[in-house]
């Protein structure tokens, strides 16, 4: 679905609203004939079965040209109101209308092009003439009537969005081409011309059909009309998907734990199933133009890994992300679990209902039984997936739960703050309240500490976070996405464990942990990278571009000679997978930053330009733009930018922070304090701000006003280590020794701490 995904911040395009007023030419995507598609008709004719559990699927309803069959919401002329937003919805004919404020703010006529869902609600197209789908965002409930159903919702009830704003339904957010065509059609090619800003967007087939999975069937089909005698590997599939190899779960009689392990030789297809969901049931960037089914998934995208916003830090869903990155935390997919061991892949439904689905490797005597779950049998707690999947409602409707298969802990939730199934459903309870529970019924948690400790430390900045970041980085039998989480989040600061870190992980056999060690080199100066050049040739794409990112900065002279050719086929790969969203200006503006390490200015001029093209007001690009003008000497344009960021963004305080800090650099010291004041004003709970804002404060002799603002963030290491030497340089030592302590506890690896202690222990001179 569109309205709950967004990926990057833009603004609309205007569009030809006189075109949509009177209905335009409102000309449907053709079918293309993109090569080896042969369609789910043709697959139908030998695979009836397979067919007819797929019409019903959300995989087949997942797009479809509106017509009175496929329309599922009431178009019979009634108006909607949610206090914020208004539509009208009526019918002329076989045409269905919904009548709404669109692009500039007007309200018009918006024709529906095609539906999109079904189940649990259904959303609705609108094509603009320059090729882009926007999705309307007012989306049918189309649950039965007794669960809440059947009515019209607006998906953004809460939100005042304005046309212009890149979260309404018009702006480049919310356009279908970049942000969901490739999940929702088959054998899809985007066709957006980045010199025109126009779609030609085309399928071979509207819906998620067979060859979504399959690959192209042109060849199988040769097959079978070979009469299934030609010597063709895989019988022509491009994604072979089905498991030959004989094996299956099994329980061990003599195995206590009553979990099925996998007898026989190894599975066929494990990879392959789980990598052909992957790109549709993660969020990830795609990094090639059009994948094909059955690429491997490292290849063709870079997965979002356990962010702030989006994970919890125990590794629980938050934001709308989909299955893959929990499931790939957990003990099923380590074990060789692939997706069709629970979903029918035709029918998408459960292979067994309730806990049957998990009877399949779970013995029931030993797990579907009030000793081990603790809860009356037939009650929602006596679920497996009451425990161990917990859900959370995406898109007001959409109940989707948790792949992760996670042992509650409700301990470590509290620790890291976030939620818990235990207290979910004992909504009077506290964790603390749970952890005792559960401590009483299986004894306390034993093994090493929790990674979401690590990962909580990680994000917090807390003391001792570089060394619970590395173990968890270096530990194999983690999950390759926590040990890359790890990674990500390793403190830019030099320190041993830091080293160790990257150092252990730059050649790990995991590509996702290869690929996170290399962003991790970003903290370090270039002429220490050049070891990464031993990764521009690496098996996996994306550790590819990785290796060709962390050298950008890297001179062609200072790499092994031998490297080079290898450097040049990767960095064009890199910038080929910034090209891929060529219609959204952060991609320019990431090529722009590219081309500056290289030192290609004329590059990073056009890129800029592109990004702004765009988007005139894309804080991102106006930002760095400023940095680039002023680094090859103009700063009266870098200036200019920056003034035009701080009007088109005035609640935002990093432009006002960027142009403080060229008035810094320009000598304006008096100006930019006051410059930094607005800065820390607008942002208050930023504490880089207020430090330079103090900094600024010190150097007109304003101590105390300097001191007072450090206060205000009296966990930032930088503020501390600023209020020690301020102290220190005053003679206020016991001040000065209190600071320095302070930060020294968060770090005791913090040289300048240290030397401050060192410092202000020395005698004084006679």
């Known amino acids: 679905m569109l309205v709950g995904l967004c990926l990057a911040v833009a603004i609309a395009m205007p569009f030809l609203l006189a075109a949509l007023l009177n209905g335009g030419a409102l000309v449907r995507a053709r079918e293309s004939a993109r090569a080896g598609f042969v369609g789910t008709t043709t697959c139908a004719g030998c695979h009836a079965a397979e067919t007819a559990a797929w019409r019903d699927s959300d995989h087949a309803r997942a797009m479809a040209a509106a017509t009175p069959a496929s329309v599922l919401g009431d178009f019979s002329g009634n108006s909607v109101t949610d206090g914020r937003h208004t539509a009208t919805f009526r019918r002329d004919g076989d045409r269905f209308v919904i009548r709404t404020d669109g692009p500039g703010g007007a309200v018009a006529d918006f024709q529906v092009s095609e539906t999109f869902g079904a189940d649990p609600l259904q959303q609705y197209l609108v094509l603009f003439p320059d090729g882009r789908r926007q999705p309307l965002p007012w989306a049918w409930d189309s649950r039965p009537r007794e669960q809440g159903g059947q009515r019209w919702f607006h998906l953004m009830a809460q939100e005042p969005l304005q046309a212009g704003d890149p979260l309404h339904w018009t702006g480049r957010d919310q356009t279908w081409n970049f942000m969901c065509a490739s999940c929702h059609s088959t054998g899809l090619q985007r066709g957006y011309d980045a010199t025109t800003d126009r779609y030609d967007t085309t399928w071979t087939e509207i819906s998620v059909g067979c060859e979504s999975c399959h690959g192209p069937g042109a060849a199988h089909?040769?097959?079978?009309?070979?009469?299934?005698?030609?010597?063709?590997?895989?019988r022509g599939l491009s994604v072979p998907l089905r498991d030959s190899s004989g094996g299956a779960w099994r329980f061990a009689a003599d195995d206590p734990r009553g979990i099925a392990t996998w007898h026989g030789p190894p599975r066929q297809a494990t990879a392959a199933q789980v990598e052909t969901c992957a790109p549709c049931h993660s969020r990830a960037r795609p990094i090639v133009a059009d994948p094909l089914p059955g690429s491997r998934f490292l290849d063709t995208h870079a997965p979002l890994l356990l962010v702030r916003g989006e994970y919890h830090a125990d590794g629980q869903i938050q934001g709308e992300v989909f299955e893959w990155g929990s499931f790939v935390q957990s003990r099923m997919q380590r074990a060789g679990v692939v997706c069709a061991d629970c979903h029918d892949p035709h029918s998408g439904r459960l292979r067994a209902e309730g806990n049957a689905v998990c009877a399949q490797c779970h013995l029931p005597a030993r797990f579907d039984t009030a000793a081990h779950h603790h809860h009356a049998p037939g009650t929602p707690g006596a679920q497996c997936v009451s425990c161990h999947m917990p859900a959370v409602t995406y898109m007001g409707v959409d109940r989707r739960r948790d792949h992760a298969f996670s042992i509650p802990r409700p301990d470590v939730a509290a620790a890291v703050g976030a939620p818990d199934t235990c207290t979910s459903c004992h909504a009077g309870e506290t964790q603390g309240w749970a952890a005792a529970r559960l401590a009483s019924w299986h004894g306390a948690p034993r093994g090493e500490p929790h990674p979401a400790l690590a990962i909580h430390a990680g994000r917090t900045a807390a003391r001792g976070a570089d060394q619970a970041l590395s173990r968890l980085a270096l530990d194999r039998t983690q999950p390759a996405i926590l040990r890359a989480t790890a990674l990500s989040l390793l403190p830019s600061s030099s320190t041993r464990p830091v080293g160790e870190a990257v150092g252990g992980t730059l050649f790990d056999p995991e590509p996702l942990v290869r690929a996170a060690a290399l962003r991790a080199l970003d903290g370090l100066p270039p002429q220490n990278r050049v070891h990464a050049t031993r990764l521009l040739a690496d098996e996996v794409r994306l550790v590819r571009i990785e290796a060709a990112r962390a050298l950008a900065a890297v001179p062609l002279d200072a790499m092994p000679e031998a490297t080079r050719p290898a450097f040049a086929r990767a960095w064009e790969e890199l910038l080929a997978s910034e090209r891929v969203a060529a219609e959204r200006p952060e991609a320019h503006v990431n090529i722009a930053g590219l081309l500056v390490q290289r030192r290609d200015q004329a590059g990073a001029e056009a890129a800029f330009r592109a990004a702004l093209a765009r988007d005139p007001a894309f804080l991102p690009a106006l930002v760095n733009q400023a940095a680039f003008e002023e680094a090859r000497g103009r700063p009266e344009v870098a200036e200019a930018l920056l003034r035009r960021a701080v009007s088109a963004h005035a609640a935002d305080g990093e432009p006002v922070y960027a142009l403080?800090?060229?008035?810094?650099?320009?000598?304006?010291?008096?100006?930019?304090?006051?410059?930094?004041?607005?800065?820390?004003?607008?942002?208050?709970?930023?504490?880089?701000?207020?430090?330079?804002?103090?900094?600024?404060?010190?150097?007109?002799?304003?101590?105390?006003?300097?001191?007072?603002?450090?206060?205000?963030?009296?966990?930032?290491?930088?503020?501390?280590?600023?209020?020690?030497?301020?102290?220190?340089?005053?003679?206020?030592?016991?001040?000065?020794?209190?600071?320095?302590?302070?930060?020294?506890?968060?770090?005791?690896?913090?040289?300048?701490?240290?030397?401050?202690?060192?410092?202000?222990?020395?005698?004084?001179?006679?």
């Open 660 to 766: 403080a800090l060229l008035q810094v650099r320009r000598g304006r010291i008096v100006e930019a304090t006051a410059t930094l004041e607005a800065a820390a004003r607008l942002a208050p709970d930023q504490p880089r701000f207020a430090y330079t804002h103090a900094l600024a404060l010190y150097r007109l002799g304003r101590v105390d006003d300097a001191l007072a603002v450090l206060s205000r963030h009296p966990r930032h290491r930088e503020s501390l280590i600023a209020a020690a030497t301020f102290e220190r340089d005053r003679g206020r030592l016991v001040e000065a020794g209190r600071h320095a302590r302070a930060a020294l506890a968060m770090d005791p690896y913090d040289r300048e701490a240290a030397a401050i202690l060192t410092e202000i222990a020395r005698p004084a001179p006679r």
């Open 221 to 234: 089909v040769a097959w079978a009309q070979a009469g299934a005698r030609a010597d063709v590997a895989h």
